[in-house]
């Protein structure tokens, strides 16, 4: 089984808890909640598989946010437990110790699922001045300017075409395999430890984004396969996971996973995505800006400084597949509400302030009641900066119709849920139509107030 039986016992007593109530509206959501207890999703990762790396400890790669993001929906915790053997792998599956794995598709002999989840090409990088001796030459093909030459290959290129036909050609070089990603190696490579790296595409363009003085200068054709794999199809992990990932290749968030990672290898996205340079002793490059703006418009900046985190992890530059930009992942209306020209959003100043505004009149639509905590009122207000007001609103409208408590995130987030639902959908108390972001609403919210905690637990207001 891929669920552990604790985990398998809480998950059926959640679903016959909410077939239970089918006919019966009125049940007060806290005994839902009860029988609900969060569950831990566990991914066993493959020590030879590319593109998963961390970067200061927080986790990316194509494979990791597709797996982030079905946790979210389905309100779990993800764990990872990365580089790992196969052996190790095989075993975690067969204990119930992993729900599923992450590995490449041909070593998936003995698992009865196996669902593939991306497929990825390699690339070769090295010095600038490799880079430049070898395109003054007229060397083009990785035969052609590897002679002689120290390269460090990622195992994963093993499984490719490639691999014999470049020790074939380059017989004079000396090569070294490593399962670790180009980020971990790509210092060993500046350093002159080797003069070319061959490794994972996304690895490849997020090495030479984060890192001086590194080029990409050539990419192989052969293409590698990562699955998603459990010991036996019908499980629950495996069925759960194979129906989301079904639906979910159809949205916005997936377009903008393929756009980051394979479509258009844009180094701008993938370098947003990981964590910029720390500030001693504050939280990022913009302390200064987050402080001035925030003590003119009454927010705390280590609050503004969470969402920022959450939103681009400090990355000014990024815009979204939908359109949101900046810090703050402002939305071109949201920009239009405040009277700020197009040109002027992505300003780091401007961003702040404009996701500062949003708040404040988020909150000042709410109209709270004077009993509500500060913890309930800032979840509420996140949910409503994350997904609109509207869709809060009703979750608000539900709960006042139906005994619970419009200013309790606990009551709002579960009404929140339901609104997916079609019974609930055709309640006169929903105003803006159906909503499957729930998940991620929810697990927008958590991430900001657990950061948020910490901002406040190591930095001073």
Known sequence: ??????????????????????????????????????????????????????????????????????????????KILPG??????????????????????????????????????????????????????????????????????ASAFKQTPSWDLLLDSVATAATYVSSRNAIDLVDGLRSGEFDYLICEKSEAQLATALTRGITRIADFGDRVEIAAAAPERGSAAADMFAVWLDGFRTSDEYAEMDYMYLDKGSSTL???????????????????????????????????SAIAYNESRFNADIVS????????????????????????????????????????KIESMLRFGKGITYRDKLSIILACYNCGVGHVFDARRLAVKYGGNPDSWDDVAWYLQRKSEPEYLADEAVKCGRFTGSGQTLAFVSNVITRYDTYCATVTR
């Open 1 to 78: 089984m891929a669920f552990n039986k604790s985990r398998l016992n809480a998950f059926v007593l959640f679903l016959l808890t909410v077939i239970s109530l089918t006919g019966c509206r009125h049940t007060d959501p806290t005994e839902i909640r009860a029988a609900a207890h969060p569950a831990t999703f566990t991914v066993a990762m493959d020590m030879d598989m590319p593109g998963y790396f961390t970067i200061e400890d927080e986790p990316f790669g194509y494979q990791y946010d597709l797996f982030k993001a079905f946790a979210d929906e389905k309100g779990l915790e993800l």
């Open 84 to 153: 790992l053997t196969l052996t190790e792998i095989s075993e975690l599956l067969a204990s119930g110790q992993a729900d599923m794995a992450a590995t490449l598709a041909g070593t998936t002999d003995g698992l009865g699922f196996c669902e593939p989840i991306y497929s990825t090409t390699f690339s070769v990088i090295t010095r600038s001045g490799e880079a430049s001796e070898a395109r003054r030459e007229g060397r083009i093909a990785p035969a052609d300017f590897l002679e002689n030459k120290r390269v460090m290959i």
């Open 270 to 304: 993938l370098a947003a995505k990981a964590p910029r340079g720390k500030t001693y002793r504050g939280i990022s490059q913009y302390d200064l800006i987050m402080r001035e703006v925030c003590e003119r418009e009454g927010y705390d900046w280590r609050l503004l």
């Open 321 to 360: 597949h939908r359109g949101a930009q900046g810090l703050m992942q402002i939305m071109p209306q949201t920009a239009r509400q405040f009277n700020v020209l197009p040109e002027e959003v992505m300003e780091p100043e401007v961003n702040i302030m404009l996701a500062a505004k949003l708040l404040g």
